[in-house]
């Protein structure tokens, strides 16, 4: 018998480094990463290529962002998991901090640095809890001014390089947003992006010379793609702001736009079935240059050096923890050492499948088969756990330590098959793919994790009476949907901070994220039905499963009543229920102790009932 509470820690120390900011004269790489057993800002020095843990906060660092021209950095930090980030100044190299806000029932988004470093702008919603205004602050009197207000979820996103205007993303929902560009002489807002249907603008980058901008969107679009926006020339009210397109895609474009400090060279990456491609362009010839190949991963957070020809990026695959890259059209080499301390061989590549589902389509899933297979039975079919993603506009990635992420190896290690659905309504596979579980639709996506059982079943690569389920947040509401509508496939099941009553959650939710949600779930003034009627609460009495369920106090994305309602209608009906709250943690549960608390308990949970 493996020793578990051994095997975790090794599972567990598998750290992650995200989040790189270039220093002005690039000898310094800032990054987050939880080596410490949280997520704090650390440095890499790039001459001697050491690195070093910089700030030593009690809670966790969200992001860093080197100042464009002096030694000194923002980071931003909430308190328990809450999402309810504060801004901070810290010092290099002394690392002395002075905190620039602290409102702690406020969430502030951090925007960018004006291209003088005198001022940073970000978001926050101390006017209302439900919308987000723009403010600039002078760092060094503490000032601060709105500069755009609106009954919005308004987050800038970049400083024009001649420091004459903002750029800000309008977000409408998940899969809308606008950009506006915010002149700061007090002239009024510009909307750069008018358009029918839904659009989405990631990542847009100032070329050098505030005229034009550069940005990944899907107007009129099924996918992702890289585009020019010319700000030059006068658009007419209700029009789109002139774009070319810069290279077809038949995947989304990911992970940034980054640009050549002389606005020559550009980099993003696309999402290829889940795994990141990177790509140059050159913006003369308008022609992609050659890349160099990764394994297959994610990379996010592309930044280019404002002194070398590379960028800098994190890189998260199967067999690489999460470290910071860096690459150029030649090459690209890990830069950072964030420790992994599990054998490389030893971690289990997935196999890309797809499966057929009710109404024929094919649904893309990733599945792991235990290098270990002494848990089959006599016909040499294993116990499965289905892992579910959460959003649902989210996407399950190859890769090892997403830090939200249950550490499927683990499972694997102790023999158990995974299988990792990207059911309908997942992002990745264009905007129609998205849409086909919205609203009344939800139970189709359900229907698609009946389909992933008869596939696994008719494969012979699960033993039909040991399928376990499992998934965080909307991800949890699936299990729960699952397990209500289809009782009998289920041997065990696993809810992390899941949702099982859409009108409780949508009333408790933050106001700011209700509206987003509403967009994607019915709102509770047009579609009480429905919401009622696809809300597990409702149908406790199907459940015969046996559930657990993880859940921390401070989630402010999906309140924590939602593990507390269906853990008592459980505990009432007498069947099996485990329940683990956390108190010190949000949605994420990204504390190293709570982990260490939760993800052998998840894997007794499964032997205990699919042994
Ligand atoms: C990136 S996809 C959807 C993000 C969505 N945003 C706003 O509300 C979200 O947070 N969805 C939640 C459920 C919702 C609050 C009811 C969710 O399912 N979260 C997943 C996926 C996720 C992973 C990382 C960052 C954001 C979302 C989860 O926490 O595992």
């Known amino acids: 018998m493996p020793n578990h509470s051994i095997d975790i820690l090794q599972y567990i120390l598998v750290r992650r480094a995200h989040g790189p900011s270039w220093s002005s004269d690039a000898s310094q790489l800032a990054f987050v990463a939880d080596t410490s057993g949280l997520d704090q800002a650390w440095l890499l020095d790039m001459q001697i290529r050491e690195q070093r843990q910089f700030t030593h906060f009690s809670e966790r660092v969200g992001l860093v962002a080197w100042s464009p021209c002096d ?27 002075r905190a620039l806000t602290s409102l702690p029932g406020v969430i502030h988004h951090f925007g960018a640095w004006s291209p003088d470093g005198q001022s940073i702008c970000y978001s926050s919603n101390q006017r209302h809890q ?33 420091g004459n205007m903002l750029l800000v993303t309008r977000l409408n929902t998940e899969l809308d947003q606008d950009l506006l560009l915010v002149p700061l002489n007090g002239a009024p807002p510009r909307l750069l992006t008018f358009h029918e249907g839904e659009a989405t603008y990631e990542y847009p980058t100032f070329a050098p010379d505030s005229q034009s901008l550069y940005v990944l969107t899907n107007y009129q679009r099924e996918f992702m793609a890289p585009v020019r926006l010319d700000l030059s020339s006068a658009t007419l009210p209700q029009t789109h702001t002139p774009l070319t397109l810069l290279a ?31 790509v140059f362009y050159d913006t003369e010839s308008t022609q992609e240059l050659p890349a160099p190949a990764l394994p297959p991963g994610v990379v996010e957070g592309l930044q280019w050096s404002p002194q070398t020809d590379e960028v800098a990026f994190s890189f998260n695959s199967t067999r690489f923890n999460g470290n910071i890259w860096t690459a150029s059209p030649a090459q690209a080499q890990q830069a950072t050492g964030v420790p992994m301390e599990i054998e490389q061989s030893s971690l289990v590549e997935p196999e890309l499948i797809h499966y057929p589902t009710f109404d024929g389509r094919q649904i893309p899933a990733y599945f792991y088969r235990p290098q270990q297979t002494n848990r089959a039975n006599a016909s040499g079919q294993l116990p499965v756990i289905i892992f579910v993603h959460g959003g649902p506009e989210s996407q399950f990635r190859p890769l090892y330590a997403a830090p939200w992420m249950p550490p499927l190896q683990y499972y694997l290690h102790r023999g158990f098959a995974v299988l990792a659905p990207n059911v309908r309504g997942s992002r990745g596979y264009g905007k129609t793919y998205v849409h086909l579980d919205d609203v009344e639709r ?22 039909p009476k040991r399928i376990g389920i499992m998934g965080r947040s909307y991800g949890g509401y699936m299990v729960l949907a699952a397990i209500t509508s289809y009782p009998d496939l289920w041997a065990a099941a696993v809810d992390m901070v899941g949702i099982a009553n859409f009108v409780s959650f949508l009333e408790k939710t933050g106001p700011w994220r209700r509206a987003w949600r509403e967009a994607e779930y019915g709102s509770l003034a047009h ?52 329940y683990l709250r956390f108190e010190d943690e949000g949605h994420f549960m990204l504390r190293h102790t709570t982990q260490t608390t939760a993800y052998p308990a998840i894997g007794d949970w499964f032997e205990q009932y699919m042994p």
């Open 71 to 97: 030694q000194q950095l923002i980071v931003t930090v909430d308190v328990g998991g809450n999402e309810h980030d504060q801004l901070s100044l810290v010092q290099f190299p002394s690392g002395e901090v």
């Open 130 to 162: 439900a919308f987000f205004d723009v403010w600039i602050m002078d760092i060094t009197t503490g000032e601060t001014r709105c500069v755009l207000e609106q009954d919005a979820s308004l987050m800038p996103v970049a400083w024009s390089p001649d």
């Open 248 to 278: 077809d895609t038949a995947w989304d474009a990911e992970a940034g736009i980054a640009m050549s400090p002389d606005g020559k060279m550009l980099a993003w990456a696309i999402n290829e079935n889940g795994c990141s491609r990177l």
């Open 442 to 463: 939800r139970p189709d996506s359900v229907a698609d994790l009946k389909a992933a059982v008869a596939w696994l079943v008719e494969h012979g690569k699960a033993d």
């Open 527 to 578: 579609h009480r039905n429905i919401l009622e009627q696809i809300s597990p609460i409702h149908a406790v009495d199907r459940i015969t499963a046996p559930l657990m369920v993880l859940h921390g106090a401070n989630d402010s994305r999906v309140p924590i009543n939602e593990a507390e309602h269906i853990v008592a209608a459980l505990r009432a009906r007498h069947v099996p229920v485990h």
